[in-house]
């Protein structure tokens, strides 16, 4: 690759968050509770038995937050809102200091000429709406677009990008097939269902932010998708990565663009596949504006005819090397994966919604975080997606995970995504080696 790397001027530099996971502040100013803080305060749930109840205090501490996105030069902020702290119940009473929030932060934001990018939904269902079945009750949906079309009239005019869900998979499978996330069930034929609830959600929230909004306004859904390899080139192994290919990134890409579930995968399911009325399959292929990309790792899979339904086992290849999440590094990923869903789909423009990196991070003795590995992380990627956008890739912005560390689901605060180090006992915020190397890939607009 060449010595220096230049980016389009338009190129928008980001980091990511959601709420659950830096807001704190769960119990304050009328919010009302999430499946998260419900689930994070069943115990075993969580590792250490963290929650998020105070997390970063990023609730009391925005202006701090936002104060050292500028200082780190990023040109747009990705965050969602937890529907609870604005609707505390998920349906009727709002919540007005919940709104003033997200009123407070967005301004903030504009001050410091950031672009806010929205999420909508990052994982926080009302515990109120789990109660009578989460996403598993078709009148969840109903309730997703009362809430949208709520916060995007409250918000017009100064958000112009707009992320229906996060990660629809994990809300899916984590939370519902394998119970490790919040609601913590295991129903595989039920998580199928609330994939599919959440898809028709997501559909009819674009036009509810459509019409909320103006010719700027922006939409699109943000999914986890991977490259997936088969172990070895048998027949059953090229077989079992199509499956779970269909499985994780077909399963989610092909209704939204194409208007269709992928036949093999309704094969797959058989008697599992969910209820879909007619007429779902139209809205969930509305048309969106951008496609948002999370893209962490690859999979190496192969068929294994003792796992039920999907028949597939991962293997982990052994010359490789991995974050402290156990995920392999596997930077060439993103450039494959960028090709092909341009190649496949051919969405209108595409963002890279998250991408980085957990390592165990310390604080050294002279009070700095070292954390080269990051960087080294991050050079990678970013060279790889400059590359399938020299390709044609209509690549527009590059969001890291994460601003800052925060609450990592069910591993609680014990991995390290942050390009800042927050020292939770003191909340003190801390820029790592990789926050001030991103604010020089900023400046430059170069690797
Ligand atoms: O922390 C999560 C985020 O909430 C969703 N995408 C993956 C990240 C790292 O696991």
Redesign the pocket.
């Known amino acids: 690759m060449p010595e220096k790397l230049e980016f389009p001027d338009d190129f928008l530099w980001g980091a990511?968050t959601?709420s659950y996971?830096i807001e704190g502040a769960s119990y304050e100013d009328g919010k009302g509770l999430s499946i998260w803080d419900h689930f994070s305060h069943t115990p075993g749930k969580i590792h250490g038995g963290d929650t998020g109840d105070i997390a970063c205090d990023h609730y009391h501490r925005y202006r701090e937050d936002v104060a050292n996105m500028k200082e780190m030069g990023l040109n747009a902020y990705r965050f969602s809102i937890s529907w609870p702290r604005v609707i505390p119940e998920g349906k009727g009473k709002i919540n007005k200091s919940g709104l003033d929030f997200y009123d407070r932060l967005v301004d903030t934001l504009l001050e410091a000429e950031i672009e806010p990018f929205v999420t909508l939904y990052?994982?926080d269902l009302p515990q109120n709406l789990q109660e009578n079945g989460g996403w598993a009750n078709r009148d969840t949906v109903g309730y997703f677009e009362d809430y949208a079309t709520l916060v995007a009239h409250r918000l017009a005019g100064r958000v112009h990008h707009w992320i229906t869900h996060?990660?629809p998979w994990?809300v899916s499978f984590l939370g519902h097939a394998f119970g490790v996330h919040a609601p913590g069930i295991m129903d595989f034929p039920l998580a199928l269902q609330v994939s599919h609830h959440l898809l028709l959600s997501h559909a009819e929230t674009v036009t509810v932010l459509k019409d909320a909004g103006d010719e700027r306004t922006k939409v699109g859904i943000t999914l986890?998708l991977s490259p997936i390899h088969p172990a070895s080139e048998k027949k059953e192994d090229v077989e079992a990565a199509k499956i779970y290919d269909g499985h994780l990134n077909r399963w989610f890409l092909d209704p939204i663009f194409y208007g269709a579930y992928p036949p093999d995968m309704l094969d797959c399911y058989g008697e599992k596949v969910p209820q879909i009325l007619p007429g779902d399959i139209g809205t969930i292929s509305k048309k969106i504006d951008f496609l948002g990309v999370?893209y962490?790792t690859r999979h190496i899979v192969k068929h294994d005819p003792r796992q039920r339904i999907l028949k597939i086992s991962s293997v982990v290849p052994k010359e490789a090397e991995f974050t402290d999440?156990g995920w392999e590094i596997y930077p060439s990923g993103i450039y494959e994966l960028l090709k092909r869903v341009q190649n496949d789909y051919s969405p209108e423009v595409m963002y890279i919604t998250?991408n980085?990196a957990?390592f165990p991070d310390t604080i050294g003795n002279d009070g700095k975080v070292e954390d080269e590995r990051r960087i080294n992380y991050l050079k990678e990627h970013f060279s790889f997606a400059h590359k399938a956008m020299l390709e044609g890739v209509r690549l527009k912005g590059y969001f890291v995970?994460?601003l800052m560390d925060?609450f990592?689901?069910a591993y609680g605060y014990s991995?390290r995504?942050g390009l800042i180090y927050v020292d939770y006992p003191t909340q003190k915020r801390i820029f790592k080696k990789s926050a001030n190397w991103y604010r020089q890939v900023i400046q430059s607009n170069s690797v």
Do not use: I, T
């Open positions: 990511a959601a996971q990052h994982w996060n990660e994990v986890n999370n962490y999440m998250e980085g957990a995970w994460s925060n990592e689901w991995k995504f």
